[in-house]
């Protein structure tokens, strides 16, 4: 039997579902989110790759203890192949990592436009989830970060200034993106339910203010929220995943029903 007569030489690839890991305003526990829901979502028997795509302040690497040879810098230079720059992570996940302080990639030329294009295109049928690490804010380089997915994960916090460059980001993504549906993760609360109150809230106000560019109003899904924990900041000085160091904490278990939520769409 040849290749072309493989019962599933007409089967189309695979593609990984996508989703934008973002925030309005850094500090809110993005990329500490990132990692955790990655390792979470290994564990349910997925290969998950994070894609790094905050080009210009990049610390995935930090958070995961990693010292990377090749970087994603090394893939658009040409000086490496995309192959190398996967490397494995811990918690039993993929990541591809970008290099930090790369000025050159903070702006959104259109070399850059088609190199994280090239990138993505060739990563997707490897993976069964991709989570795409953005940067904070509402660059152009991160808003073209968040076009690529399929869907999108805000992170806020309970802070004031917080749920204003979420509130901000949701608007912008509405208006330029078309988004109709985006996942809310609150971080840090007080109380368990915390985080269901704020969404309820953003909700609220992005129906008074907020109309998409298609004329519907975005809903908000909510994933969940992670408590105020110990443990989260421990890992964080240790640069070691929560999930790997304190399974049984308050926030890792919060981080795995986030992870089953997510699944469940």
């Given at each position: 039997m040849s290749a072309n007569?493989?019962?599933?030489?007409?089967?189309?690839?695979?593609?990984?579902?996508?989703?934008?890991?973002?925030?309005?305003?850094?500090?809110?526990g993005k990329t500490f989110v990132s990692a955790n829901l990655a390792a979470a979502l290994s564990r349910q028997g997925l290969k998950v790759l994070v894609l790094d795509a905050d080009l210009g302040l990049a610390n995935l690497d930090v958070v995961l203890n990693l010292y990377p040879k090749i970087t994603l810098h090394d893939v658009f230079t040409g000086k490496a192949q995309l192959e190398e720059a996967i490397l494995p992570a811990p918690g039993g996940f993929s990541v591809l990592l970008a290099g930090s302080g790369l000025v050159e990639y903070s702006r959104l030329t259109p070399e850059v436009r088609?190199?994280?294009?090239?990138?993505?295109?060739?990563?997707?049928?490897?993976?069964?989830?991709?989570?795409?690490?953005?940067?904070a804010g509402i660059s152009d380089v991160v808003l073209y970060a968040i076009?690529?997915?399929?869907?999108?994960?805000?992170?806020?916090?309970?802070?004031?200034?917080?749920?204003?460059?979420?509130?901000?980001?949701?608007?912008?993504?509405?208006?330029?993106?078309?988004?109709?549906?985006?996942?809310?993760?609150?971080?840090?609360?007080?109380?368990?339910g915390d985080g269901r109150t704020i969404c309820n809230q953003l909700q609220q106000v992005v129906e008074r203010f907020v109309q998409g560019a298609n004329g519907?109003?975005?809903?908000?899904?909510?994933?969940?929220?992670?408590?105020?924990?110990?443990?989260?900041?421990e890992a964080v000085?240790?640069?070691?995943?929560?999930?790997?160091?304190?399974?049984?904490?308050?926030?890792?278990?919060?981080?795995?029903?986030?992870a089953t939520r997510l699944l469940s769409r």
């Open positions: 007569d493989s019962p599933n030489a007409s089967a189309p690839a695979r593609l990984a579902r996508t989703v934008a890991i973002t925030s309005g305003k850094g500090g809110v088609e190199q994280l294009l090239t990138i993505f295109d060739a990563v997707k049928p490897r993976f069964d989830v991709i989570l795409i690490d953005t940067g076009s690529m997915a399929h869907e999108v994960i805000v992170v806020a916090t309970p802070e004031p200034t917080s749920m204003t460059d979420a509130y901000a980001t949701i608007k912008v993504l509405s208006a330029q993106q078309g988004r109709e549906q985006l996942n809310l993760v609150v971080n840090q609360v007080n109380r368990t519907n109003v975005p809903r908000l899904n909510f994933l969940g929220d992670i408590p105020l924990d110990t443990s989260v900041r000085r240790k640069r070691t995943l929560l999930l790997e160091l304190h399974p049984g904490s308050p926030a890792a278990q919060s981080v795995v029903q986030i």
